[in-house]
């Protein structure tokens, strides 16, 4: 069973990064044909899919945010990570991390999220 858990600050100031780990068990985030993703859910609104670090490491944006999104990973860890740069409070969401499957496109394991508050 994969089991996934987000971990940062549930505050942070507008301006500053706001930066989350995901920690991952159960399963090694290098294992081919899985990917692992980074989506919110802004107070009042739908998913919102951010970006995805895959098994070989190369990363993806959603367009709208990629100027301000680094996806990382610590394979010694078996975690990965988020950091967006000069957040708003139109920042605040709920953050999950999430693991896709290559092959069939579907996410099959979810984090619980984490509530990150953008506000001075």
């Known amino acids: 069973q994969v089991q996934l858990q987000e971990s940062g600050p549930g505050l942070v100031k507008p301006s500053q990064t706001l930066s989350l780990t995901c920690t991952v068990s159960?399963?090694?985030?290098?294992?081919?044909?899985?990917?692992w993703t980074w989506i919110r859910q802004s107070p009042g609104k739908g998913l919102d899919w951010m970006g995805v670090?895959?098994?070989?490491?190369?990363?993806y944006f959603s367009p709208s945010l990629e100027s301000r999104t680094t996806i990382s990973r610590d394979t010694s860890k078996n975690q990965f990570s988020l950091q967006l740069n000069s957040v708003t409070p139109d920042d605040t969401a709920v953050y999950y991390c999430?693991?896709?499957?290559?092959?069939?496109?579907?996410?099959?394991?979810w984090g619980k999220g984490t509530l990150v508050t953008v506000s001075s």
């Open positions: 999430a693991r896709l499957n290559r092959e069939s496109d579907y996410v099959d394991y």
């Open positions: 159960g399963g090694s985030i290098t294992t081919n044909y899985y990917a």
């Open positions: 670090i895959h098994d070989d490491g190369i990363t």
